[in-house]
């Protein structure tokens, strides 16, 4: 039975209750079950998403986080939704990776603008070895400002891996885009089996995993369950899964894509929610394109977390007066980071 209590009344959970398994948590989602939520009556889809929402999350507070291009242009992939490959006539130009003081400053800022996670990207296919001093450097500067780290540089090794986790990473965000069949439509340099990798290669390494995908890119609804159950199937779900609607950029192979409809979209965050009740879910990319309404509809279905900030890499995001106007009218709070105790960290550097 799902806890449908109010937050002041589940949090007088023991931890014990929270770690014991619960039987909405499942890897073994078929296509069929989650195509079967999907199509439900909008009613009912939502319904059920806000009642699982509900017994895990306080459901009017929603995690804010800050997204930096710490190395921004030039990447030898070609996914056909960005507009930083170097495959396409985007107009973007190609930038040296960031200084570990300048990015420090910028995430001091976030923190004090509200932000509690701090998420660090850079345009490439994989980092270099002479990157590595650089990237865990930032990776410790972030952390001592109080702050989750989360980072995103494509395909890791091994020892990429170990090493990030070895400077204290929190979060490896790697997208698996959207379905494996539609996969070979929007990215041809690197496989959906690859993306598959290197989140196992992560999680093996006990770093938490932030992984979704990108909706409104010409796939077919199946292309976004199947997606979902991809990543709910995984041997852990992802701690943060962010969905992201589609910003058609010009110069790139999407740019006339056709916009997803809104119910379509609000209905992809209710089926992460579902399958995956434990995550967060990220209201990410394509806020900008989102009326008030929709974006309500999103947090009622499942999403608490979402992006802070005029940019996103290299995309329009809302400002930070627009969010908090509609956090006022929707009597949403952000979440406050949660101060570790010495077992905590103990245990972290254990």
Not at 114 to 135: F, H, Q
């Amino acid at each position: 039975m799902m806890d449908v209590r109010t937050p002041e009344a589940r949090s007088t959970t023991t931890d014990a209750e929270r770690s014991a398994p619960d039987p909405l948590v499942r890897h073994d989602w078929t296509r069929e079950e989650a195509k079967a939520f999907y199509e439900a009556p909008f009613n009912d889809l939502l319904y059920r998403a806000h009642c699982i929402h509900r017994a895990f999350f306080d459901p009017n507070t929603v995690q804010m986080s800050r997204l930096l291009s710490i190395k921004t242009g030039g990447c030898a992939e070609d996914c056909g939704y960005c507009s930083q490959s170097a495959h396409h006539a985007s107009g973007l130009k190609a930038s040296k990776l960031m200084a570990v003081e300048r990015v420090v400053d910028e995430a001091k800022r976030a923190r004090d603008a509200g932000a509690t996670r701090y998420c660090m990207g850079a345009a490439w296919r994989s980092p270099k070895a002479r990157d590595m001093d650089v990237l865990c450097g930032m990776v410790e500067g972030v952390k001592a400002l109080g702050m989750e780290t989360c980072m995103t540089l494509g395909m890791l090794g091994d020892e990429e891996v170990a090493r990030l986790k070895a400077a204290g990473l929190d979060y490896y965000n790697h997208n698996i885009d959207t379905s494996e069949r539609y996969y070979s439509e929007v990215i041809t340099t690197r496989t959906f089996a690859e993306r598959i990798d290197t989140l196992a290669r992560v999680r093996e390494a006990g770093i938490k995993v932030c992984a979704g995908g990108i909706v409104g890119m010409g796939e077919e609804p199946e292309d976004r369950v199947d997606m979902l159950v991809a990543l709910a199937n995984l041997p852990q779900h992802p701690e943060s899964v962010p969905i992201n609607m589609l910003i058609a950029i010009p110069g790139t192979p999407l740019a006339e894509a056709a916009p997803i409809d809104p119910i379509e979209f609000v209905r992809t965050i209710a089926l992460a929610r579902i399958l995956m009740p434990k995550s967060h879910v990220r209201l990410s990319a394509g806020r900008t394109e989102m009326n008030e309404s929709t974006q309500a509809l999103c947090f009622f279905a499942g999403a608490n977390s979402i992006f802070v900030g005029e940019t996103l890499l290299t995309a329009d995001n809302p400002d930070e007066s627009s969010d908090a106007a509609l956090f006022t009218k929707l009597g949403l709070k952000p979440l406050e980071s949660e101060p570790r105790s010495g077992e905590q960290e103990d245990a972290q550097d254990a």
